[in-house]
């Protein structure tokens, strides 16, 4: 019936309620449609077939009124039972903790592991998800999994599901958040237990642009652009390269020149979805060290960032 | 051979004055009907406009026709503006107030004044919505979702919160004048189950007005104090809760979405009666459905929040209920289909559009039944399965039926009768564009597209092209009775009382009806749709 995945535990049990109640509801169109166009034909303005006055008919109305009653409540009670589970977690669930934010998701296992954007799990084991919102509500779903489950800053919602068949899945963010909502998007990689344990293990390095980076910290820039920071600041994560809109309405490419004036400029271009609040570091910062800022921008993308942090 | 004295026809309330000052200042609920029809037609296009621009976008996965910033403003404009200015007024603002009085043989409505009073609002409302417009615009979504609305979007918020406010007030009287008036200016002999099914969806939906739209005020007010004076009612970080606006606003919202679809429902009980030449089957059946949907559907807001952290036993609760509503619609549809039933029918264009309106708002219902089932829901919710869903209702059903009754209240209204090829073309044309504009966001929703995506991923393409051709269809429909309609205001054929044989009080006086509606106050002696 459908070109998604399962690639969850409920998946399955999901798309048989959704066949179901699509093939009680396709039975309903068929007969009004067959009666409506039956009588259309039949009773059309000039046809000789014959017409009585209308009656009143009570068992008729009381046919129509309870039979959908009672099919709508059997669809109810069998959606009921699914959602309970839906809803209860194992007690043996593996947590996962998921921080979303304008506009990425950051994920961090217990071990320590950390990654952005993705989410790797492994086959057959139940993974319960504890979220949160640093800003505004995010929602994590995962259609291959049938999952969902809005993100509320300062409260934590849970979401959990049992992967049964490794791949690579879509994660999206659900629910509006602003300007790159549709860009709130990565991957759910489920893998077999062994590579995943391998996975957790792995110290992937390589290093960052050394002396941008500590230079992004020593002026202070992490403080507002880094993704645990509580100033609404953009995060510039896979920033160069791209297109940038701007709270006027245009957009821009995100070349050196733009990543230089907006260190130095700040004000000249500011990106839509945030207040004009940074200060400008012009004569404070010299153009060396500008450009080792650039050049650790350059190689400040979720990709560097996963693999950098298993280190 | 005797001589005829001639005697001048009535004045018909269009010949009342011609100068703009007897419009803006007239008490004629008739009048009334129009200006609302003027303002709710510009509207509609406008977010039309919007619309057309986000299916623009949509052509390709990526977003390059405009930045996102400008996109997100787009579908909430689009959004605002047509449930707002469009959908909630149209049919009880404009054919509700020229058919009203008409129909229970009233002269007017209960305060004339409050109801000019209302359309000053509706205008006031509709300029701050367009100043937010012009000034830049707001992103929020047309639902203001917090704390993003409060604290994040840096966009006109508050000027698009405002003209809903006003607006609001504006339905508020409305509703207010439509209760008092079924209750106390009914003809003689006009009893309650004497009522036509149209004028029990106006009451049904007066109640629905008076008693849910202020609380949107409240939540509005407070999403501007929060705004304003960073007090924190629905930010967490000023210990405030964001799923209690959620609660607020669709405690209203809900609700609000029968505010739209009962008074089509009404419009269509007419349109098929005359066109069938049937009386409705199953009369008290329809009224008590139509009651009925108006008391639960208070009582469904939370199954737009089965996923936004709601508890579970609660979001249980809402889903038996949200199943409990289908079955009074589910008893109008089986009505409406059953009064066909060895019917004379006729396929005049008021006809098509109730056919059309059947069959299409079957389809919405049927599909809510699956955003019901929470199961379900959590894997459809947000995503284009909803948009679709709801547009089935609101567009392909409430507008719709709009149409439908413009068409058949427009020789009554105007006069004159307009094109019949064209207005049978431009309904068949907007049947077939919405199906080919809507179904396939099902599709794309099942295979989980979210809603409000400004790029999306390529595989989703296919589904969204075909979504932007349909709409290019439907876009010509719309504009193709724009056209036949004006031109019929001067060189249609003169309609006549009653060009369709129908039996309401509205065909017993003249087309178009003198000022005070009847010569003679009627009197009723048998109930409605007497036909065979």
């Known amino acids: ?311 | 051979m005797s001589t005829v004295e001639r005697v001048p026809p009535p004045r018909s309330y269009l010949e009342e004055g011609y100068g703009l000052r007897s419009w803006l200042t007239t008490h004629d609920h008739k009048r009334i009907a129009i200006l609302y029809a003027l303002g709710i037609t510009f509207f509609f296009f406008l977010g039309g406009l919007a619309a057309a621009l986000v299916r623009l976008e949509l052509v390709t996965p990526a977003g390059d026709l405009m930045s996102a910033e400008t996109y997100n403003k787009a579908f909430t404009f689009h959004g605002v503006v047509m449930v707002w200015f469009f959908l909630i007024p149209s049919i009880p603002a404009t054919l509700g107030n020229f058919l009203l009085p008409l129909m229970i043989g009233a002269r007017d409505v209960a305060f004339p004044r409050l109801n000019l009073f209302s359309w000053y609002l509706y205008v006031g409302g509709g300029v701050f919505t367009l100043l937010c417009l012009l000034l830049g615009g707001v992103d929020t979504g047309w639902t203001f979702y917090t704390p993003f609305s409060t604290l994040f979007s840096t966009s006109h918020v508050l000027l698009a919160v405002v003209g809903v406010f006003i607006v609001g007030f504006s339905s508020i009287f409305t509703g207010l004048n439509f209760i008092v008036t079924i209750h106390t200016l009914r003809a003689p002999g006009m009893t309650w189950f004497r009522l036509p099914l149209f004028v029990w969806s106006m009451y049904a939906v007066a109640l629905v007005m008076v008693l849910a739209t202020p609380v949107l005020a409240m939540t509005l007010s407070l999403i501007a104090l929060e705004r304003l004076f960073g007090v924190g009612i629905f930010d967490p970080a000023l210990g405030g809760d964001p799923v209690l606006f959620q609660h607020f606003f669709w405690f209203y919202s809900h609700p609000a979405v029968y505010i739209m679809i009962l008074p089509a429902m009404g419009v269509v009980s007419e349109l098929i009666t005359a066109g069938a030449r049937r009386r409705i089957f199953g009369y008290r059946f329809m009224v008590y459905a139509i009651i009925g949907i108006a008391v639960v559907g208070f009582l469904v807001w939370g199954h737009h929040m089965f996923v936004a952290g709601q508890s579970m036993y609660a979001s249980i609760v809402f889903s038996i209920l949200s199943f409990i509503i289908a079955v009074p619609s589910a008893i109008k549809v089986f009505n409406w289909t059953a009064t066909l039933y060895r019917g004379d029918i006729g396929f005049d264009a008021p006809m098509l559009y109730a056919l059309g309106f059947v069959g299409l708002f079957m389809l919405g219902g049927l599909t809510g039944l699956f955003l019901a089932a929470t199961a379900l829901d959590v894997n459809l919710t947000d995503t284009y399965f909803v948009v679709a869903h709801f547009h089935y209702i609101m567009v392909g059903g409430a507008v719709m039926a709009y149409l439908g009754g413009i068409h058949f209240w427009w020789p009554k209204i105007t006069g004159r009768m307009y094109s019949e090829a064209w207005a049978r073309f431009a309904a068949i044309l907007m049947f077939f564009g919405f199906n080919l504009t809507f179904f396939p966001q099902y599709i794309l929703g099942y295979e989980g597209m979210p809603r409000r995506y400004h790029e999306y991923l390529p595989q989703f393409q296919v589904w969204n092209v075909l979504s932007s051709a349909g709409a290019t269809i439907l876009g010509a429909a719309y504009l193709l009775p724009l056209f036949y309609l004006a031109w019929s205001l001067r060189h249609g054929a003169r309609a006549g009382p009653n060009p369709w044989d129908a039996r309401g009080l509205e065909w017993q006086t003249a087309s178009p009806p003198p000022p005070h509606n009847f010569e003679q106050t009627p009197t009723v002696t048998e109930g409605p749709y007497a036909y065979r």
């Open chain 1, 1 to 311: 019936m459908n070109t998604l995945p399962q690639a969850s535990s409920f998946a399955p049990d999901v798309d048989h309620l959704f066949d179901a109640l699509l093939l009680l509801c396709g039975l309903v169109v068929v007969g009004v449609f067959a009666a409506m166009i039956f009588f259309c034909v039949r009773y059309r303005r000039g046809s000789a077939a014959e017409r009585m006055p209308a009656r009143a008919h009570l068992g008729v109305e009381l046919t129509w009124t309870l039979l959908p009653f009672v099919l709508f409540m059997g669809i109810f009670g069998w959606s009921v039972h699914l959602w309970i589970r839906l809803r209860t977690p194992p007690k043996d669930a593996q947590p996962i903790y998921v921080v979303a934010k304008q506009w990425m998701w950051k994920v961090q296992h217990p071990d320590g592991a950390r990654e952005i954007d993705t989410l790797h799990v492994p086959v057959g084991r139940p993974i319960r998800l504890v979220m949160t919102s640093q800003d505004v509500i995010h929602s994590f779903y995962v259609p291959a999994f049938r999952v969902k489950q809005d993100v509320l800053p300062d409260r934590y919602t849970e979401l959990w599901f049992t992967a049964t068949q490794a791949g690579t899945f879509n994660l999206f963010c659900a629910e509006f958040c602003g300007t790159d909502h549709s860009r709130m998007h990565g991957e759910v990689i489920v893998m077999a237990p062994a590579d995943y344990a391998r996975w957790l293990q792995a110290h992937a390095g390589i290093g960052l642009a050394a002396q941008g980076e500590r230079l992004f910290r020593q002026f202070g820039c992490s403080g507002c652009h880094d993704p645990q920071s509580g100033v609404h600041a953009p995060d510039l994560y896979d920033l160069y390269g791209h297109t940038v809109p701007l709270s006027d309405g245009s957009q821009v490419l995100a070349d050196e020149r733009y990543l230089q004036d907006s260190i130095l400029l700040p004000k000249k271009q500011i990106a839509a979805g945030y207040a004009p609040i940074m200060p400008s570091f012009q004569g404070r910062i010299g153009a060396e060290d500008v450009l080792a800022l650039v050049a650790y921008l350059k190689t400040r993308t979720h990709a560097a960032e996963d693999t950098d942090e298993h280190r």
